[in-house]
């Protein structure tokens, strides 16, 4: 919980007596989704490193593997992304060091054959797993689990991140505690957009209001 103030500087703003200059489980740009992504990058770099090295994020929706892939793109600025729509002709697959490409399991089989035999290094984001299809084309593969096991500690260290963004730095922001995060563990599970959901939606009760406090689960 937090108490509302608000310097008269940022007064005019719908959340800033909570000192944030927008709700923290917003829509967010791309470069705002790295920013926010809690995600270790160094032992994924090291796989990539290797001959024909190949990363898949396998998950459901709403569990994290585009944050993990936009996390670990940001640590090449010469990598390629591409992003294959639901509906519609799958779009050009260009060249990448790495080749970054998001919801992998639509690529089309002739397509997918077209990019192994490339051999430049992968990274994918999947609902299915590629695994066989990778290692035919003799490639090593390193595969993450997104909807593994979330533990309260992490589901703090995300949400807090992205409330520290947004953060005036005025005053005490709100905060996500770890009894908190195991509630909203045992509500949703471990969809960390539905939980991103559900905190929007709660704060945004909270737009103009100058007393009482915040309650972000009750």
Known sequence: MTTPHASPSYAWLPFAHWHLHRNPFGELTREQRTEAAVVETASLQAVLAEPQGAIQFIGHCGHGKTTHMLALLACYPQATY??????????????????????????PWRRRREVLRRGEPLVLGTHRDLTSSLKRANYRVHTVNVSGKLSAHRLCEILNRRIALTS???GTTPHVDLPMAQRLIDRFG???RAIED???ERI?????VTCGEMRLDD
């Open 198 to 200: 559900f905190l929007y």
């Open 82 to 107: 591409v992003y294959l729509p639901p509906d519609g002709p799958c779009p050009p697959i260009p060249t990448g060091t790495p080749l970054f490409i998001d919801e992998a399991q639509r690529l």
């Open 204 to 208: 945004q009760q909270y737009s103009g």
């Open 190 to 192: 471990h969809n960390v």
């Open 168 to 170: 005036l730095g005025t």
